[in-house]
Nanobody, 122 residues
Framework: QVQPVESGGGLVQSGGSLRLACAAS????????VGWFRQAPGKEREFVAA????????RYADSVKGRFTISRDNAKSTVYLQMNSLKPEDTAVYYC???????????????WGQGTQVTVSS
């Protein structure tokens, strides 16, 4: 099975940038589609971005389109989320999840990481 592990979260000033990484041990992770989701306190988990295992399909939420970029390095079993022009409303716990097919819903993902906190100050 796949066990994603997120890293790269932290505190950043509004307008700044962060790069999150989602890594997993083993070799099967490279064959999975990967999605990023986020959840703020008191709110439902929402879709952020997703990428297929060969990178031919990429999806973004409207709220992050043009600011965030998802990419992957299959040789390193790692998926990245580059976040630019960050806003306070981007503050949330960010989760990485794996699926055999690209999806934008939480229900479609089988394996989830524990999340990494991103806090954007005004």
């Amino acid at each position: 099975q796949v066990q994603p592990v997120e890293s790269g979260g932290g505190l950043v000033q509004s307008g700044g940038s962060l790069r999150l990484a989602c890594a997993a041990s083993g070799r099967t992770f490279s064959t999975y589609a990967v999605g990023w989701f986020r959840q703020a306190p008191g709110k439902e988990r929402e879709f952020v971005a997703a990428i297929s295992w060969m990178r031919e399909v990429i999806r973004y939420a409207d709220s992050v389109k043009g600011r965030f970029t998802i990419s992957r390095d299959n040789a390193k079993s790692t998926v990245y989320l580059q976040m630019n022009s960050l806003k306070p409303e981007d503050t949330a716990v960010y989760y990485c999840a794996a699926s055999k097919v690209v999806r934008t819903t939480t229900e479609a993902y089988e394996y989830w990481g524990q999340g990494t906190q991103v806090t954007v100050s005004s």
